[in-house]
């Protein structure tokens, strides 16, 4: 199914693999090839994302700038009051603010509503964009308004990929989006770049979350993609619809990889056409010949629907190897469950199989890796003119976005899915983090979403509580709601599967989303809440100081505090000193304590 190289490789035309070894250059030669690894690295499509967005001059050691960014409503307030508080009086570059985290949220009075309103005014103010609450989560957003071929994309959550259209997404945290408010760039070695080989053809019945399930098992725990760039190529790209590439895509960061890339065709193309954005593709390959530090071999024909068990998405199975050994299965489970719950509450997955069979409680499909189009039209076929039943289970579905949602009612699939029990909800994220559809203690919860930490999902650890998740994709869980809860792949489900074509209506955001990108006022003024301040106003350095010491520092940075306090530095020569001391890397906790005596 899945094979890891333990070396290199050369990829010739995006097809031929030739291992990097003692013959790879007879190889090489016999096809008439003369190259380098250095050269032939320099022709994957990361690289030449990377060396556009690169202000070093230097490949070795990059400084990015990026096109766009992104982030939602769990983190665009702490990053612009940031940004405020250096200096900020633009947005320079697109800055989308989503808001598809705390939207449903109720506890704690008016600050969910309170952050939406301060990120709408200064969206106004500082030239952004702001996506109203419940019309698209953050990830469905930018790939249907922002994505570009060739483009590079910060977002400040951690799935933030949209490789499968042409663009090299990073997600960071908030400090890394405030520097690129201020016009400073991201630095980073360069990465190593990994081939995602595709072969093959995907089973009927078998999803994006099967795949991307299938590639984090084989490379979470030894690494072999950490902090890379992972660049899917190969022939069985070409037969994967742009929805299941994206639903592949998305997972990506489970792998621990820095970001990923994909080769673009016509399907990525027609995707582009569909979201009226035309100008935004070009044709993506690497290059006749290209060099990868390694290669993630998998065969599409021979993957089947995959669960990720509590509390990893690298913890998998075949649902048919675990229906087969079920009780084995369960203990390990347990086990593994034990180290990652530290022995806090009693957990144990035996309780749920029935007569030999696995009983789920709950179903979602959900947020940016489940809530796709065509996801949620197969899982509609599968359950079309059934019933989830009247016991425990129930499953929910939360489309990605606002047209999406348009989309399921115009073409009749929102009905059938109501029709069989399912509850369609707004775009939200809540599912993936344990705000929305928290099962309930020790149930049992199936998930099309990204993540099943033991913390993520509602659970309260501290209190006694504990939720269970696993991840699979939206065809095996429509597959089991079918069978009103009972554990079952897709691949025994008899299904003909319709594929309506998907129209994507514009006016939707053209309505209802703010678009100030290039209109900043800096006459509007911001609204704050109880729970967000304004900076006070900063005084200007004095001739004089008093300070009161209260600690010791017994490192080279006291030396320096203490020429100041001698008043054998100046100003300047301190600064000088200090930033002397960052090159020379001096402890984290003393350089606070210095830039805290300065601004003082």
């Known amino acids: 199914m899945i094979k890891l190289y333990d070396t290199g490789a050369y990829l010739l035309n995006g097809q031929e693999l030739i291992a990097d070894n003692d013959e790879s250059t007879k190889v090489l030669a016999s096809k008439g090839i003369d190259t380098t690894k250095e050269e032939a690295s320099k022709n994957t499509m990361a690289y030449g994302i990377l060396e556009a967005h690169n202000t070093s001059g230097n490949m070795e050691h990059l400084k990015l700038?990026?096109?766009?960014?992104?982030?939602?409503?769990i983190t665009f307030v702490g990053i612009i009051q940031t940004a405020r508080a250096s200096g900020l009086t633009e947005f320079p570059v697109p800055y989308v603010l989503t808001n598809c985290h705390n939207s449903l949220c109720a506890v704690g009075g008016t600050i969910n509503e309170d952050d939406h309103m301060f990120g709408l005014s200064c969206a106004k103010k500082y030239g952004g964009v702001y996506v109203p609450p419940h019309q698209a989560v953050i990830h469905q957003y930018a790939r249907e308004m922002l994505a570009e071929c060739g483009a590079m994309i910060l977002g400040s959550d951690s799935h933030t990929r949209y490789g499968a259209l042409g663009t090299m997404a990073i997600g960071e945290g908030g400090g890394e989006l405030a520097k690129q408010l201020l016009k400073r760039t991201y630095d980073v070695a360069k990465p190593g770049v990994v081939a995602i080989y595709l072969d093959g053809e995907v089973t009927k019945g078998v999803g994006p979350q099967d795949v991307a399930l299938a590639i984090i098992g084989a490379t979470f725990d030894c690494g072999y993609v950490k902090n890379k760039v992972m660049e899917f190529v190969g022939p069985g790209v070409d037969k994967l619809s742009a929805d299941f590439r994206i639903g592949v895509d998305v997972?990506?960061?489970?792998?621990?990889?820095?970001?990923?890339?994909?080769?673009?065709?016509?399907?990525?193309?027609?995707?582009?056409?569909?979201?009226?954005?035309?100008?935004?593709?070009?044709?993506?390959?690497?290059?006749?010949?290209?060099?990868?530090?390694?290669?993630?071999?998998?065969?599409?024909?021979?993957?089947?629907p995959m669960i990720a068990m509590p509390f990893h998405p690298s913890n998998v199975y075949t649902i048919d190897e675990l229906n087969a050994n079920l009780m084995d299965i369960l203990d390990d489970v347990e086990k593994k469950a034990l180290v990652s719950l530290d022995g806090k509450v009693d957990f144990t997955l035996k309780d749920k199989v029935r007569n030999g069979k696995l009983y789920v409680e709950q179903g979602i499909i959900a947020g940016c890796a489940g809530g796709g189009y065509e996801n949620i039209v197969d899982a509609a076929d599968i359950l079309k003119g059934k019933y989830i039943g009247a016991d425990e289970f129930t499953l929910s579905v939360y489309p990605a976005s606002t047209p999406i949602y348009m989309e399921l009612a115009k073409n009749g699939r929102l009905a059938d899915l109501i029709g069989t029990g399912a509850i369609v909800k707004t775009a939200f994220c809540g599912p993936c983090f344990g705000a929305g559809d928290t099962p309930a203690n020790n149930a049992f919860s199936i998930r099309h979403s990204t993540r099943n930490f033991p913390n993520r999902e509602g659970s309260k650890i501290q209190n006694g509580q504990i939720s269970s998740v696993a991840l699979m994709d939206a065809r095996s869980i429509a597959a089991t709601a079918v069978n009103k809860g009972y554990l079952t792949p897709a691949t025994e489900i008899d299904v003909q599967y319709t594929s309506p074509k998907y129209f994507f209506d514009k006016t939707i955001y053209e309505n209802r989303v703010y678009d100030g990108v290039g209109k900043a006022d800096p006459e509007v003024a911001i609204k704050f809440g109880p729970n967000i301040k304004d900076w006070p106003e900063m005084i200007a350095l004095t001739d004089n100081l008093l300070l009161k010491m209260a600690s010791v520092i017994n490192d080279p940075v006291q030396l320096l505090m203490n020429l100041f306090l001698q008043e054998k530095l100046h100003h300047l020569d301190l600064i000088h000193l200090v930033l002397l001391s960052l090159h020379f890397h001096v402890r984290t906790q003393s350089m606070l304590a210095v830039q805290r005596l300065f601004r003082q």
């Open 65 to 73: 700038k990026f096109d766009k960014m992104t982030s939602h409503d």
């Open 251 to 304: 997972m990506t960061t489970e792998t621990t990889c820095l970001s990923s890339v994909w080769k673009t065709d016509e399907k990525i193309k027609e995707w582009y056409d569909i979201h009226y954005r035309p100008e935004a593709y070009k044709e993506m390959n690497p290059g006749t010949v290209a060099y990868y530090d390694g290669v993630v071999y998998v065969n599409l024909s021979k993957i089947r």
